[in-house]
T-cell receptor, first 113, second 107 residues
Framework: DVKVTQSSRYLVKRTGEKVFLECVQD?????MFWYRQDPGLGLRLIYF???????EKGDIPEGYSVSREKKERFSLILESASTNQTSMYLC????????????FGPGTRLTVT | AQRVTQPEKLLSVFKGAPVELKCNYS??????LFWYVQYSRQRLQLLLR??SRESIKGFTADLNKGETSFHLKKPFAQEEDSAMYYC?????????FGKGTMLLVSP
């Protein structure tokens, strides 16, 4: 059973803080993804990675960066958190061949005050 | 540009009624489409994909290229079907998701 875990379920940060969201998968998947989920806006892709140290911008990368130093771990970084980054953040992973069957983590609800 | 449209934010039905969650897409190539579901307090998960032509939990979805649609249907809704449903379209190496439809099934 694929397991994708995220470091925190709930996180509260102040404006201007640097925020790290961690995601770990245990199925040796090549692909990993970060989305944000907002009511009325659905899921929007922030960044994805198809290999260690490789990353690609998604639809809304502004204000975010990512790091993938190990295959199982994909980190999302908010360099200077802002209130409009308050959201639910979802991590997902998939095999390279089954890139369209993505396995999601439980989500991190980030509030920036 | 590829796009997925789910016109309904909320669909409310009674138990036993038929359900149709609408999804329309825009894509220049040969599309591959999926439905994902998120039950309350659970993870988002794949429900079904059009290429498999399977029925999952009583749900089916047929790709209609003429109408560029991939509507999700179930003949008799159950209370446990209440969830958020997302239609998704395959891109070059990622998925494009619609904005989602919340299905509420009342007893």
């Amino acid at each position: 059973d694929v397991k994708v875990t995220q470091s925190s379920r709930y996180l509260v940060k102040r404006t201007g803080e640097k925020v790290f969201l961690e995601c770990v998968q245990d199925m040796d998947h090549e692909n990993m993804f970060w989305y944000r989920q907002d009511p009325g806006l659905g899921l929007r892709l922030i960044y994805f990675s198809y290999d260690v140290k490789m990353k690609e911008k998604g639809d809304i990368p502004e204000g975010y960066s990512v790091s993938r130093e190990k295959k199982e771990r994909f980190s999302l970084i908010l360099e200077s958190a802002s209130t409009n980054q308050t959201s639910m953040y979802l991590c997902a992973s998939s095999t390279q061949q089954g890139a369209y069957e993505q396995y999601f983590g439980p989500g991190t609800r980030l509030t920036v005050t | 540009a590829q796009r997925v449209t789910q016109p309904e934010k909320l669909l409310s039905v009674f138990k036993g009624a038929p359900v149709e969650l609408k999804c329309n897409y825009s894509y220049s190539g040969s599309p591959e489409l999926f439905w994902y579901v998120q039950y309350s307090r659970q993870r988002l998960q794949l429900l079904l994909r059009h290429i498999s032509r399977e029925s999952i939990k009583g749900f089916t979805a047929d790709l209609n290229k003429g109408e560029t649609s991939f509507h999700l249907k179930k003949p008799f809704a159950q209370e446990e079907d209440s969830a958020m449903y997302y239609c998704a379209l395959k891109g070059y190496s990622t998925l494009t998701f619609g904005k989602g439809t919340m299905l509420l099934v009342s007893p």
